[in-house]
């Protein structure tokens, strides 16, 4: 049987299950879920949910927001909506087995936003000998594919909002229209290269694409900048700021 850690999110604020092997929850999705612009009685949908950890950060911001999360693995489907329930989020968070890249009926309907951690590695790198893991990490040449999923299932006047690594960005953008984009770095420390970096997409929005400032994580001393300590532990939205 697969051992079961319990970690803490926002400061404990929310407690989250996964399973000790395989892709487990973070940084990412602690940014990821930070920077979704999402209002009250608005929907979210989740692409690649895995346990819980994105979608449940924003339904703990953002109340009464609706969440439906989708991801392949039946167990890390049963574990999100355990974790949903033991934080009191079972009637609006709610977590479906499904493919990202076929979507069942039910889930082809628009939503006010959509969020997305996809697998970040390409197929030239090493495979993790963990299935599990594998498919979280690796794409194996289908990142256009979520992509086209994220957009297609985002409404008129919603956002897309992804967070991949930075040196994938060109292939990112290649696969989002070319108005409405914005990209925010998060730089791991000052006058350090960006390893991560948020994309958002406002659909119909004819902007050019905005490259903004971004957010610098941690102090010279390893320290999470106020900033960054801000969200991390108090919920507080990423700032997307200005171009």
């Known amino acids: 049987m697969t051992e079961i850690t319990e970690d803490g999110f926002l400061d404990g604020r929310v407690r989250l299950r996964q399973f000790s092997r395989g892709f487990r929850s973070g940084l990412d999705a602690m940014m990821l879920a930070a920077s979704v612009p999402a209002g009250e009685r608005e929907t979210v949908l989740e692409l690649g949910s895995g346990?819980?950890?994105?979608?449940?950060?924003?339904?703990?911001?953002?109340?009464?927001?609706?969440?439906?999360?989708?991801?392949?693995?039946?167990?890390?489907?049963?574990?999100?909506?355990?974790?949903a329930c033991a934080n009191g989020m079972g009637s609006?968070?709610?977590?479906?087995?499904?493919?990202?890249?076929?979507?069942?009926?039910?889930?082809?309907?628009?939503?006010?936003?959509?969020?997305?951690n996809p697998p970040f590695h390409d197929s030239l790198g090493?495979?993790?000998?963990?299935e599990a893991r594998a498919q979280a990490l690796q794409d194996f040449g289908d990142l256009p594919g979520w992509l086209e999923t994220g957009v297609k299932r985002t409404a008129s006047g919603g956002t897309l909002t992804v967070i991949?690594?930075?040196?994938?960005?060109?292939?990112?953008?290649?696969?989002?229209?070319?108005?409405?984009?914005?990209?925010?770095?998060?730089w791991p420390k000052r006058d350090v290269p960006a390893k991560r970096v948020l994309i958002q997409l406002r659909r119909g929005k004819r902007a050019p694409l905005a490259l903004l400032s971004g957010?610098?994580?941690?102090?010279?001393?390893?320290?999470?900048?106020?900033?960054?300590?801000?969200?991390?532990?108090?919920?507080?939205?990423?700032?997307?700021?200005?171009?």
């Open 51 to 83: 346990a819980g950890a994105a979608s449940l950060c924003v339904a703990t911001r953002v109340p009464d927001c609706m969440i439906t999360g989708v991801d392949i693995h039946r167990e890390l489907v049963a574990l999100a909506n355990e974790n």
């Open 92 to 116: 609006r968070a709610r977590f479906v087995q499904a493919d990202v890249l076929n979507l069942p009926t039910k889930l082809r309907t628009p939503f006010d936003h959509v969020l997305c």
């Open 126 to 130: 090493e495979t993790s000998p963990d």
């Open 164 to 186: 991949l690594r930075a040196d994938r960005l060109t292939e990112a953008l290649d696969g989002l229209p070319n108005h409405g984009v914005s990209v925010f770095p998060l």
């Open 215 to 243: 957010l610098v994580l941690h102090e010279n001393d390893g320290r999470y900048t106020p900033e960054a300590d801000a969200i991390l532990r108090s919920g507080a939205p990423l700032p997307f700021g200005t171009p």
